[in-house]
């Protein structure tokens, strides 16, 4: 026998009555004093389905309606006369919360992963990476752009092999002073044709200066500014550990996705690539505080980089394009001043 608390409706009123629906062993349904009428469950005529903790409703073929919040006795009593969808719906409904609360933790864990793992994952790979492995990613970028974005420098030898002086001397200062990362360092310039004013560095060391960057600085020193931030970017490892960050997305996404991914070739294509990255603020925070120290050391005036910023960025906002250059090294108003600020 079972008994359900919860309150009976008549047909003729709209008031109801408390009582208590007995489930008797051989089937039979009756209310006690509230209704003297005994039922079967042929008398049935609906059960509301399960909703959360809604009250269920039990209709009568007389009119009678009994309401209770019982939910779990009514599924015990009528599990024959319920749904299989109902059912299912109930499970769900069960399992709300905790479903709720895997895909909230998910969605945390993958950002933790995404904005804290993947930086430090990938800082720690570019440290251990051999310095033989970054120069041969340079070497397959430098295959890639120059066979399909690049073309040989129209500059004449003689203010190449002036402005290469300048960069040498400039990476001797920073090897002095005992900075990683930068005993392989070179300077190479092309025609960057589409790719306009532009200079970028290579995980491996390789710093490539285009014609119309060149031509577009109003002095050497901004020039050599500009070379003292890329060699900062080769210093801490940027390009390197953007690779990984890379890698580890793909691969990241390939455990979600169950794909396939050839990570082999994404290196290769990602540093061929590498100047087209959205470089991050703390990259280039990183580098420009790097290019002001180093500046300093050579006893050169480290506002020639906030200058050339400046006008960069000015003509940026008179012309449709603007120089390349600034599509990766972004330049808003707050970089420029703490350039200044730290070159006092």
């Not at 009568?60 to 599990?79: K, L, Q, W």
């Not at 319920?82 to 950002?111: E, G, Y």
């Not at 006008?311 to 707050?334: F, I, Y």
Request: one cysteine or more; charged letters at 25%.
């Amino acid at each position: 026998m079972h008994n359900i608390r919860g309150r009976i409706f008549t047909k003729i009123s709209s008031e109801s009555t408390n009582c208590t629906m007995v489930y008797l062993p051989d089937g039979s349904i009756e209310f006690g004093d509230a209704h003297d009428k005994i039922y079967s469950h042929s008398d049935i005529e609906h059960i509301t389905d399960r909703l959360g903790s809604i009250p269920r409703r039990i209709t009568f073929i007389d009119g009678i309606v009994f309401e209770t919040p019982d939910n779990d006795g009514i599924d015990a009593i009528f599990s024959d006369q319920i749904s299989w969808l109902a059912k299912l719906s109930n499970s769900l409904d069960q399992w709300r919360k905790p479903l709720i609360f895997l895909v909230i933790a998910t969605v945390l864990a993958i950002f933790i992963v995404f904005k804290y793992g993947l930086p430090v994952g990938a800082r720690i790979a570019a440290y251990l990476t051999p310095d033989i492995v970054a120069q041969t990613i340079d070497t397959s970028a430098l295959e890639t752009i120059d066979s399909i974005m690049l073309s040989q420098s129209n500059l004449p030898e003689e203010r190449q092999d002036a402005i290469t002086r300048e960069f040498e001397d400039l990476v001797a200062v920073a090897q002095r002073l005992n900075y990683p990362h930068i005993d392989n360092m070179q300077l190479l310039f092309r025609d960057g044709g589409s790719v306009g004013a532009n200079a970028f560095a290579l995980p491996g060391g390789t710093v490539i200066a285009t014609d119309q960057f060149i031509e577009l600085a109003e002095d050497d020193d901004e020039i050599i500014a500009v070379l003292a931030h890329e060699i900062g970017h080769v210093r801490h490892q940027h390009s390197l550990r953007q690779i990984y960050e890379a890698m580890g997305l793909y691969a990241m996404f390939t455990m979600i996705g169950g794909g396939g991914i050839d990570l082999s070739q994404e290196v290769v294509n990602q540093a061929a690539f590498v100047f087209q990255l959205n470089a991050s603020r703390d990259f280039e925070t990183e580098s420009d505080d790097f290019a002001i120290k180093l500046l300093k050391a050579d006893g050169r005036d480290p506002s020639y980089l906030a200058n050339i910023l400046r006008r960069l960025t000015k003509q940026c906002e008179d012309c449709e394009d603007g120089p390349e250059w600034l599509s990766t090294h972004p330049a808003p108003d707050g970089r420029i001043k703490a350039i200044i600020d730290k070159s006092r």
